[in-house]
């Protein structure tokens, strides 16, 4: 099945590039792409893949979502699902595990294996350490791809610190092209890995502009929980988790409150380390408890953040995509961030919102209060937000700037480690 699926990929890209000759458009050969992703929930970084995925496919690239299959031993639902929610037309399951399980990642080896040998693959896109594992010792090790020149990229998501050891020196050399979607990523690996010999790259996330626009009619929250017209709503999407800071945000709510400041605060969020209990108890606690709303998890997020005021993303760490943050911009609020991960690199302050010291709940204060304040600049913020969504992060014109890097790669910028 997983052939006739890449092969009728094939046929779709090969149909538009000649539609678009017939335009008389330059169109260029339709790349064939593996986008390995072994993440078992919807965070910011499969959001990410699934994105890129659905973007290049869409510039008629021939694209295979691979995907880790099983968690402890039971079937994941996350990505069939996910795969038919954005269209993906070509993928492929993979018995991969955490580690370096002897029972189940040679299969899940042989698995990608066969498929890069029995498919005109150019590039193996990675999207973590497991899926950089797999593809670096598939590139070295068992020659499966000494045929014809694959590709290796990955993708740094994640924050925490990187181990400096050898072998993960040799994994990073084995890749073609690096690319850390944070600031403090890339300049993370220079410090670990000074005179690595493989290109890194910043490259940031993207967001759907046309889902995520000022447009959308607002949930109606007011009559639904009581928060008065003229009340201002300060909105927060994602899991309940210590990182997200959602207890530093409940402390500004309070002391704002005392101040005089009517405010509510509105989490969208399923539970995580924190349950919505405990924190509707902090707020209780506080004084707040009436203007603190958990709505726990919601698919209607677009008609959430146009009932918000401003954006808030309290975070104290990680972050090293923020999915959020380019939903907010994208919807039109000024928002104000945590300065952790990816957030200093897509909020400008001053600009299209406020950046906050991680944990630092006073200056959540005076950043919430100004914008509390000033409906103008709350306006002038969200408009520049949206417009920066729209000139830097549109997932068509990223997908745009991934392509440009892959084309490099074949045209002999760089290429397959030895």
Known sequence: GQIETFQAEMGTSAGKAEAMAEDG??????????????????NGEAAHVYSLARSLQARGHAVT???RRRKAGRLLELHPRLIEQYGIRSSLPLDLD???????????????????????????????????????????????????????????????PIRGHRANRWLYERADLLLATAKCIQEEFCRKFPGLRTPVHLFHGGVDV?????????????????????????GCVGHLDPVKGYDGAIAALAKLSREGADLHLVIAGAAG???????????????????????GFRRDIPELLAAFDIGLIPSVGSEGNSRTALEMMAGGLPVVAGAVGCL??????????????????EA????????????????????????????????RQVAARLETLYRGLLQGRGGPRE
């Open 25 to 42: 458009v330059r169109a260029e050969e339709p790349l064939h792409i593996v986008q390995l992703c072994t993440s078992s929930t919807f």
């Open 65 to 67: 979502l691979a995907y």
């Open 98 to 160: 955490k580690g370096l399980s002897p029972l189940t990642n040679p299969r899940g080896l042989f698995q990608l294996a066969a498929f890069v040998e029995r498919h005109p693959v150019q590039i193996v896109h990675a999207h973590r350490g497991l899926d950089h594992s797999a593809a670096g010792i598939l590139s070295r090790l068992l020659g499966v791809w000494r045929s014809r020149p694959v590709h290796l990229v990955r993708t740094r998501h994640v924050t925490t």
């Open 210 to 234: 046309e889902r995520f626009s000022p447009d959308h009619a607002p949930a109606d929250l007011r009559a639904q929980r009581g928060i008065a017209p003229e009340a201002i709503i300060v």
């Open 273 to 295: 380390a924190w349950s919505p209990e405990t924190l509707q108890a902090l707020a209780a606690e506080q004084g707040v408890g009436s203007r603190v709303h958990l709505l």
């Open 344 to 361: 200093p690199d897509l909020i400008e302050p001053g600009a299209n919102g406020f950046l906050a010291s991680a944990g630092d709940v």
């Open 364 to 395: 959540l204060c005076r950043c919430i209060r100004r914008l509390a304040q000033e409906a103008d600049l709350r306006r002038k913020m969200g408009r520049a937000g949206r417009h920066r969504a729209e000139t830097l992060y549109d997932e």
